[in-house]
């Protein structure tokens, strides 16, 4: 069984920054492009925050978080990463790391994490 496992979240005021990591296990992270998606409270969809491509190269955001928030992964450790700044209170959701076939998507993804709760109060 694959197993992702999301961590880093938790409660910030709006304007802070967050960084949230996922460990993926080695051989998924070495040959699939990964990525963070959300949900949001009051949406029933996962949406699409950030993908980047196998071995780190292409790299796309949602429109609403670009500028903000930046995906990187730190490849002798197997972990991908999402570094949340200038963050606002509808960032607020729970956040789900993801690898293989990742897009903007959701459905697509093949591996998925728990989620790791982000709350941004005002």
């Known amino acids: 069984q694959v197993q992702l496992v999301e961590s880093g979240g938790g409660s910030v005021e709006a304007g802070g920054s967050l960084k949230l990591s996922c460990s993926i296990p080695?051989?998924?992270?070495?040959?699939?492009?990964m990525g963070w998606f959300r949900q949001v409270p009051g949406k029933k969809a996962v949406e699409w925050v950030a993908?980047?491509?196998?071995?780190?190269?292409?790299?796309s955001y949602r429109s609403s978080v670009e500028g903000r928030f930046t995906i990187s992964q730190e490849d002798a450790k197997n972990i991908l990463y999402l570094e949340m700044s200038s963050i606002e209170t509808n960032d607020t959701g729970v956040y789900y790391c993801?690898?293989?076939?990742?897009?903007?998507?959701?459905?697509?993804?093949?591996?998925w994490g728990q989620g790791t709760q982000v709350t941004v109060s005002s």
């Open positions: 993908v980047v491509s196998v071995g780190g190269g292409g790299k």
């Open positions: 993801a690898a293989c076939q990742v897009s903007a998507v959701p459905a697509a993804a093949k591996y």
């Open positions: 080695r051989d998924i992270f070495a040959r699939c492009g």
